[in-house]
């Protein structure tokens, strides 16, 4: 025994390094075991097990060994015809055997005596089954039912939510959601840097033939992550040439405007969705090659309704208007005003100037406020209309399956996915004609080929190679190249000027808008190349009353990850942010009209609005609290110049993982 395990850990050495591959059994088959034995309880050695698909004519074979046991394992999902012969006894035959994903079955043969030629039919019961094989909880869902599941986006991903003991979010039984694991083929295309329901392959539900989710004890093979293992495998084809058309539409003309749209009278968003596509397969060789084919389409061109927060007609003229505690809105000419300080000697601008004319011809651009729900109605108010942010999207599937002889099979697969999503974060909003400016085009590849069979009869194995390739690119306007289109005038760099973020706190907190968007989340650009190449490598071993599985996985995970920004606060441009609520400006109390307080509550400022008034102040001036700018350098810390992206080439990051697990059956009960 000691040497046939030095023999199979030789095999397994051999295949990982040098190249071949084996495919964990649990991610992309089943697994059918069992007791042959006559009417008295005693094993019948050496009877052979007949396992022949419905759809493919495809037969399996296993024989018994000594104990009676039998194993067969690496089982494509299916409906199969079980079938048990031994000289002396009647032929035992099992019809409507129904294998699903990463699932292991327990069918025992008691045979009588008889005929070969006699036979002992039984129907497979489609009732709930006691699983005493596997300990692993979850669900399978098959593609008879997955189009028809409530699925937004078209992807299986979300089908995780509807598990027992997952989330909406999609945490499962209390692991975070970046820990579950998908596999698609065999082969890992989780997300590594997002994680939860997200993958680096598209995972479309016309093109998936069985989803399995293992909730609770995951097998050994498939056991990486502490939350969901999510094993998935793609449609085959079978002997019967079968196909299908699809198209689902959306339309707004079925769809009543919004609240808030008829209130500003912005006309309702375009609304056409439209998804498309056809799946076709069938045999190339019947009984022995068998093809399958798919392709999606999405066309959607996007609309949705946005606003911007932009200055009142009397910010525009240099007018800073505020409310007392009496109520009373007071205007400030900051130009010419004297209320900003008790003595009346000078002006709230003791340049004289007002408002800067920087400041002035970016205003000029911004359309008028359309929106008195945003802003505060005195200096600000908002601008609501619709942008168009189309999305485009092609996925092609294809794979073939040919069956080399009853022992060894071929499988290999091809996905490219392409989509083209003008996000509505960044936008151009000059004039009033909105328009969305940032893209994201992404590109996904996913290639494998197997090869699994009987390497011996008690030794079986599969061998697997695949990689995944998930590109995506944030392609913006540039903040110089904005300030240049604004004719915005000074001092800049070889680029182009510098470009004016007033109020530069970012989101929610930033009291004013631009013509184009330079805050440092919607103006950066970024760019992502993940890689994950795998090599997998699962047998199955019978010896005995024992099963052992085991096997060795080798990811090798380059990415390429560059970007402009260093997340918050800077750009490879530079920026000028105009404020006074940063750190490094402080506007002086005499540049701002006396507290209301103490006996005063008319022509005063109250204390509540001293902050709001120092950012107007700032912004409306053009006093700079600094200007940004990301340095960057390259791997010998040589500076680079200004726009240069920053890069982390990653190449050395390599995850193996081996497993062994031993099934031991005490008696065939």
């Given at each position: 025994?000691?040497?046939?395990?030095?023999?199979?850990?030789?095999?397994?050495?051999?295949?990982?390094?040098?190249?071949?591959?084996?495919h964990?059994?649990?991610?992309?088959?089943?697994?059918?075991?069992?007791?042959?034995?006559?009417?008295?309880?005693?094993?019948?050695?050496?009877?052979?097990?007949?396992?022949?698909?419905?759809?493919?004519?495809?037969?399996?074979?296993?024989?018994?060994?000594?104990?009676?046991?039998?194993?067969?394992?690496?089982?494509?999902?299916?409906?199969?015809?079980?079938?048990?012969?031994?000289?002396?006894?009647?032929?035992?035959?099992?019809?409507?055997?129904?294998?699903?994903?990463t699932?292991?079955?327990?069918?025992?043969?008691?045979?009588?005596?008889?005929?070969?030629?006699?036979?002992?039919?039984?129907?497979?019961?489609?009732?709930?089954?006691?699983?005493?094989?596997?300990?692993?909880?979850?669900?399978?869902?098959?593609m008879?039912?997955?189009?028809?599941?409530p699925?937004?986006?078209?992807?299986?991903?979300?089908?995780?939510?509807?598990?027992?003991?997952a989330?909406?979010?999609?945490?499962?039984?209390?692991?975070?959601?970046?820990?579950?694991?998908?596999?698609?083929?065999?082969?890992?295309?989780?997300?590594?840097?997002?994680?939860?329901?997200?993958?680096?392959?598209?995972?479309?539900?016309?093109?998936?033939?069985?989803?399995?989710?293992?909730?609770?004890?995951p097998?050994?093979?498939?056991?990486?992550?502490?939350?969901?293992?999510?094993?998935?495998?793609?449609?085959?084809?079978?002997?019967?040439?079968?196909?299908?058309?699809?198209?689902?539409?959306?339309?707004?003309?079925?769809?009543?405007?919004?609240?808030?749209?008829?209130?500003?009278?912005?006309?309702?968003?375009?609304?056409?969705?439209?998804?498309?596509?056809?799946?076709?397969?069938?045999?190339?060789?019947?009984?022995?090659?068998?093809?399958?084919?798919?392709?999606?389409?999405?066309?959607?061109?996007?609309?949705?309704?946005?606003?911007?927060?932009?200055?009142?007609?009397?910010?525009?003229?240099?007018?800073?208007?505020?409310?007392?505690?009496?109520?009373?809105?007071?205007?400030?000419?900051?130009?010419?005003?004297?209320?900003?300080?008790?003595?009346?000697?000078?002006?709230?601008?003791?340049?004289?100037?007002?408002?800067?004319?920087?400041i002035?011809?970016?205003?000029?651009?911004?359309?008028?406020?359309?929106?008195?729900?945003?802003?505060?109605?005195?200096?600000?108010?908002?601008?609501?209309?619709?942008?168009?942010y189309?999305?485009?999207?092609?996925?092609?599937?294809?794979?073939?399956?040919?069956?080399?002889?009853?022992?060894?099979?071929?499988?290999?697969?091809?996905?490219?996915f392409?989509?083209?999503?003008?996000?509505?974060?960044?936008?151009?909003?000059?004039?009033?004609?909105?328009?969305?400016?940032?893209a994201?085009?992404?590109?996904?590849?996913?290639?494998?080929?197997?090869?699994?069979?009987?390497?011996?009869?008690?030794?079986?194995?599969?061998?697997?190679?695949?990689?995944?390739r998930?590109?995506?690119?944030?392609?913006?306007?540039?903040?110089?190249?904005?300030?240049?289109?604004?004719?915005?005038?000074?001092?800049?760099?070889?680029?182009?000027?510098?470009?004016?973020?007033?109020?530069?706190?970012g989101?929610?907190?930033?009291?004013?808008?631009?013509?184009?968007?330079?805050?440092?989340?919607?103006?950066?650009?970024?760019?992502?190349?993940?890689?994950i190449?795998?090599?997998?490598?699962?047998?199955?071993?019978?010896?005995?009353?024992?099963?052992?599985?085991?096997?060795?996985?080798?990811?090798?995970l380059?990415?390429?990850?560059?970007?402009?920004d260093?997340?918050?606060?800077a750009?490879?441009?530079?920026?000028?942010?105009?404020?006074?609520?940063?750190?490094?400006?402080?506007?002086?109390?005499?540049?701002?009209?006396?507290?209301c307080?103490?006996?005063?509550?008319?022509?005063?400022?109250?204390?509540?609005?001293?902050?709001?008034?120092?950012?107007?102040?700032?912004?409306?001036?053009?006093?700079?609290?600094?200007?940004?700018?990301?340095?960057?350098r390259?791997?010998?810390?040589?500076?680079?110049?200004?726009?240069?992206?920053?890069?982390?080439?990653?190449?050395?990051?390599?995850?193996?993982?081996?497993?062994?697990?031993?099934?031991?059956?005490?008696?065939?009960?």
């Amino acid at each position: 025994m000691a040497r046939r395990i030095r023999r199979a850990a030789a095999f397994l050495s051999f295949c990982v390094v040098g190249g071949i591959l084996l495919h964990a059994q649990t991610t992309t088959t089943g697994m059918v075991s069992g007791t042959v034995s006559d009417s008295s309880g005693a094993a019948i050695p050496s009877a052979l097990i007949e396992m022949t698909a419905a759809q493919t004519g495809t037969v399996l074979k296993q024989v018994a060994n000594a104990a009676g046991q039998y194993v067969v394992a690496s089982v494509p999902p299916g409906e199969y015809q079980l079938k048990v012969t031994a000289p002396g006894f009647r032929t035992f035959v099992v019809g409507g055997l129904k294998i699903e994903v990463t699932k292991s079955y327990l069918q025992n043969a008691a045979l009588e005596v008889g005929l070969v030629t006699e036979s002992i039919s039984v129907t497979a019961e489609t009732t709930a089954e006691l699983q005493t094989v596997d300990a692993t909880v979850g669900n399978v869902i098959n593609m008879r039912h997955l189009p028809n599941l409530p699925t937004f986006t078209r992807r299986v991903n979300e089908l995780l939510t509807l598990q027992p003991g997952a989330t909406p979010n999609g945490e499962v039984t209390g692991a975070r959601a970046d820990q579950s694991t998908f596999s698609l083929d065999g082969i890992d295309v989780t997300n590594q840097s997002v994680g939860g329901l997200d993958t680096w392959m598209y995972l479309s539900v016309e093109g998936v033939e069985e989803f399995r989710v293992g909730v609770a004890n995951p097998n050994a093979s498939f056991g990486r992550g502490a939350g969901g293992q999510v094993a998935l495998i793609s449609r085959r084809g079978a002997n019967d040439i079968h196909g299908a058309g699809f198209w689902y539409h959306q339309n707004d003309n079925l769809n009543a405007n919004n609240w808030t749209n008829n209130r500003t009278r912005v006309k309702k968003p375009e609304l056409k969705d439209n998804r498309y596509g056809f799946q076709a397969g069938g045999p190339a060789i019947k009984n022995k090659t068998f093809w399958f084919a798919n392709y999606e389409g999405r066309r959607f061109p996007r609309s949705g309704t946005v606003t911007r927060i932009v200055p009142t007609d009397s910010l525009r003229r240099g007018i800073l208007r505020f409310k007392d505690a009496a109520n009373n809105i007071n205007e400030y000419p900051l130009a010419t005003s004297r209320a900003c300080n008790t003595s009346g000697s000078d002006a709230c601008d003791p340049r004289g100037l007002g408002l800067s004319p920087s400041i002035a011809a970016l205003w000029q651009q911004m359309p008028a406020g359309n929106d008195a729900s945003s802003g505060d109605q005195l200096n600000t108010i908002g601008f609501t209309g619709t942008v168009a942010y189309p999305i485009r999207h092609d996925f092609y599937q294809a794979r073939i399956d040919h069956h080399i002889n009853e022992k060894w099979r071929i499988e290999g697969s091809i996905r490219y996915f392409r989509q083209l999503d003008n996000n509505n974060g960044s936008l151009d909003i000059r004039g009033g004609n909105i328009a969305s400016i940032r893209a994201f085009p992404t590109r996904q590849n996913l290639e494998t080929v197997a090869v699994s069979g009987l390497i011996r009869p008690n030794l079986t194995g599969e061998f697997r190679v695949g990689r995944v390739r998930n590109r995506a690119a944030t392609d913006v306007l540039r903040p110089n190249a904005s300030a240049a289109l604004l004719g915005i005038t000074g001092a800049g760099t070889p680029d182009g000027p510098i470009a004016l973020d007033i109020g530069a706190r970012g989101g929610a907190q930033s009291i004013l808008s631009e013509p184009f968007d330079v805050d440092t989340q919607l103006a950066r650009k970024q760019k992502n190349d993940n890689r994950i190449y795998q090599l997998n490598a699962d047998l199955n071993w019978l010896k005995g009353k024992h099963s052992v599985q085991f096997g060795g996985h080798m990811r090798w995970l380059p990415t390429l990850h560059q970007r402009d920004d260093k997340v918050l606060g800077a750009l490879g441009a530079l920026v000028a942010q105009i404020d006074s609520d940063l750190g490094t400006l402080v506007v002086p109390s005499s540049a701002a009209p006396p507290l209301c307080g103490a006996g005063r509550s008319t022509g005063c400022l109250q204390s509540g609005d001293l902050q709001q008034w120092n950012r107007l102040y700032a912004g409306m001036t053009g006093l700079i609290d600094n200007v940004s700018v990301l340095a960057v350098r390259d791997g010998s810390f040589k500076p680079l110049p200004f726009g240069e992206l920053l890069e982390s080439d990653t190449k050395g990051i390599k995850a193996p993982e081996f497993y062994v697990q031993d099934v031991w059956r005490l008696k065939p009960s």
